[in-house]
């Protein structure tokens, strides 16, 4: 089984900064792809943004030139640093992992952590 737990959602005013972290642990033969997916209130979860173990990334339109991924693979770690936060950014962060675990490739998700941008 592989696990991923995030930290560091909170509340923040518009145009203020967070960083998201989130750890994979657990049984893991290779993390093919890390990344982050959010989900507002009566919309549907989107991608923000990824990581491919070779360090390539793809962001959506609307994060590209505030929100920045990185990754720490020695740590199966990856990390979201978010500037310029607008109030649409509002949503649930949910950590995603594309894995091989057990023999197995597969999807994990996190458990999901809260972003509120509001002044």
């Known amino acids: 089984q592989m696990q991923l737990v995030e930290s560091g959602g909170g509340l923040v005013q518009p145009g203020g900064s967070l960083r998201l972290s989130c750890a994979a642990s657990?049984?893991?033969?290779?993390?093919?792809?890390m990344g982050w997916y959010r989900q507002a209130p009566g919309k549907q979860r989107e991608l923000v943004t990824r990581i491919t173990r070779g360090g390539s990334t793809n962001y959506a339109e609307s994060v590209k030139g505030r929100f920045t991924i990185s990754a720490d693979n020695a740590r199966n770690t990856v990390y979201l640093q978010m500037n310029s936060l607008k109030p649409e950014d509002t949503a649930v962060y949910y950590c995603?992992?594309?894995?091989?675990?057990?023999?197995?490739?597969?999807?994990?998700w996190g458990q999901g952590t809260q972003v509120t941008v509001s002044s």
């Open positions: 657990g049984i893991i033969f290779s993390i093919n792809a």
């Open positions: 995603y992992a594309n894995a091989i675990v057990s023999g197995t490739i597969g999807d994990y």
